[in-house]
Every structure is written in structure tokens, then in C-alpha cells.
């Protein structure tokens, strides 16, 4: 039985010593920092991405303004001006995650970095920012489809990180969340029941001014929006021209008809869409 014991007990040793000495080697320089993009993984290390898909800037359609003002942050940013963190929330399919990753190419020469962090290892905040905190280039910490159930308690972690912690985030790094949710929790109607109007002013319940906290920590609030029917083809017709496939619109051509039918099939006329749409296309037109 001792045996055993201190067999058991080795063995965690054994584990818990490789996986500081892993920590060790990612802190210190194991890194491939000629990368232009990162993950941050579930062990802790910070990751290189080989080949970071983005889609250049011209491709996104239908978010003229979000693009501008979101380009013109970063713009600040890489140039080592004051610059807000970013909350792109909306419709799904609408461009959020995809208008984030395309600021990379945009501004890579510029020292522009992304480290994607999923929803799940934002508690690793802290850590990760403070492996960035001494490098020359500028990081935007990239956080897609970001939301938090009830009782989740990581968001405080990023609220820490955002605003409201004696250590502040670096100059080199903000952060850009994607969300479907305006607020990233759950809100119930028994939440707002909770209201109370003081002097004619409404003041909100401990719950909803918790979940409020949380998301004006972002400076920068930009909403997506359901594209109409003449967006979403437009959108289609630039992935096809891409692809060297002619596409007019509104002259009843067979893509044109097509395209429509894919989005009714899906219930949904987004930027996912018509891309998956162009996809299908494409690949039906090659083989003839």
C-alpha cells in the first residue's frame, strides 16, 4: 500500500513538474515571436498560428461604419495613442469576428499582433498580459463570440483586466470582444422588475447594474445589425468576384437566384451566409 502511495505521489510530481517547467519555457522565450498571430491555449502557453486567416478589408460589406471606427482605434493604437477596447456585438453571421481578424493584414507592418483568447481562459488574463506587457509590438486581444452564463464568475477576471484593477493593462495591448449579447450575460425579465424610479430617474437593480459594469468597461461599443436583401447579394457578388466568377446584380441572373434561395434555406441573409452560399457556388460551377 505504501508503495503504491508514494508511487501515486511521484507520478503527480513528475506532472506537475513538466508542466512548470512548459510554463517556464513559454514565459521565457519558447515562443515564436516572428508570428503574426497567436492562441492562447488551455495549458497555459501562448501558441503561434502558422497561417492566420483574414480576409482583407475591401471584402467587408454592409459595415461601412463599424469598419471605420473600429480602423481608425487601431489606427491610434499601432501609433502608440490613447485607444479604447472594443465590444462588437449583433447579429450573428453580420462580420464581428471576421472585421477583427481583418485588421492584421491591415496593420501587421505596423507591429500589429492578435492573440485569440477563447471565453473559457479569460480567468488566464493577467498572465497572458503580463507575458506581452515587455514586447515592442502591439497586441489586440481577441476574445470572438463572447458571453457568460449565470453564476459564470471569469468575467471578472476581464472586467480586472479592462478597468477597475490597480495593475493596468500595458500600452501594448487592448482588447476586442465579439458578442451576440449587447451586455455578455444573460438578462431576465425578474431583473428589470427589480428597477426602482427615485426622483423620476430609473435606477437599476444590483443585477443589472453588475452585467451594465461589465460591458461599458469597452470604450468603443459597435452594434451589427440583420442585412437587407441588396447588402447580402452585394456581399455575395464581391466573394465571386474574388474568386474571378462575374456577378451582376439585379438582372435575375442564376446565381442571383440561387444565392436568395440559400439564404431562405437558412433563415438568415448574413456575411456567413452569402460566403457559405459563394462556397457552394463555386465549387458546383468548377465541376460543371
Do not use: C
Not at 471606427?69 to 465590444?87: E, H, I, K, Y
Not at 493577467?126 to 486581444?141: H, T, Y
Not at 425578474?190 to 430617474?201: H, K, L, P, V
Amino acid at each position: 500500500m505504501l508503495k503504491t502511495i508514494a508511487a501515486e505521489l511521484g507520478r503527480i510530481a513528475d506532472v506537475q513538474e513538466a508542466r512548470l517547467a512548459d510554463e517556464r519555457r513559454a514565459v521565457g522565450g519558447d515562443i515564436d515571436w516572428s508570428a503574426l498571430a497567436f492562441r492562447w491555449r488551455d495549458d497555459g502557453r501562448l501558441q503561434a498560428i502558422d497561417a492566420p486567416v483574414a480576409l482583407p478589408l475591401d471584402r467587408l460589406h454592409g459595415i461601412e461604419t463599424q469598419k471605420q471606427r473600429l480602423v481608425a482605434n487601431t489606427r491610434q493604437f499601432v501609433a502608440g495613442l490613447p485607444a479604447n477596447n472594443a465590444l462588437l456585438w449583433g447579429t450573428r453571421g453580420s462580420g464581428k469576428s471576421s472585421l477583427v481578424k481583418a485588421l492584421l493584414p491591415t496593420f501587421a507592418d505596423d507591429g500589429l499582433r492578435i492573440v485569440e483568447v477563447p471565453a473559457h481562459r479569460l480567468v488566464d488574463l493577467p498572465d497572458l498580459v503580463a507575458i506581452l506587457a515587455n514586447r515592442p509590438e502591439k497586441f489586440v486581444v481577441f476574445s470572438d463570440d463572447l458571453s457568460f452564463e449565470a453564476g459564470d464568475g471569469s468575467y471578472k477576471a476581464l472586467k480586472a483586466v479592462l478597468d477597475g484593477s490597480l495593475a493596468a493593462a500595458p500600452d501594448n495591448v487592448v482588447i476586442y470582444a465579439t458578442s451576440n449579447r449587447r451586455h455578455l450575460l444573460p438578462e431576465y425579465q425578474s431583473e428589470n422588475q427589480a428597477a426602482q424610479q427615485i426622483d423620476g430617474e430609473i435606477h437599476h437593480g444590483e443585477a443589472v447594474e453588475e452585467k451594465i459594469s461589465l460591458s461599458e468597461r469597452f470604450g468603443l461599443w459597435l452594434s451589427f445589425y440583420p442585412f437587407d436583401q441588396t447588402s447580402y447579394l452585394e456581399i455575395a457578388a464581391r466573394h465571386l468576384a474574388a474568386r474571378d466568377i462575374d456577378a451582376e446584380i439585379g438582372v435575375d441572373a442564376p446565381w442571383e437566384r440561387a444565392a436568395l434561395q440559400w439564404a431562405l434555406a437558412r433563415g438568415s441573409r448574413s456575411g456567413r451566409t452569402a460566403e457559405q452560399f459563394v462556397r457552394d457556388w463555386a465549387g458546383r460551377q468548377a465541376l460543371g
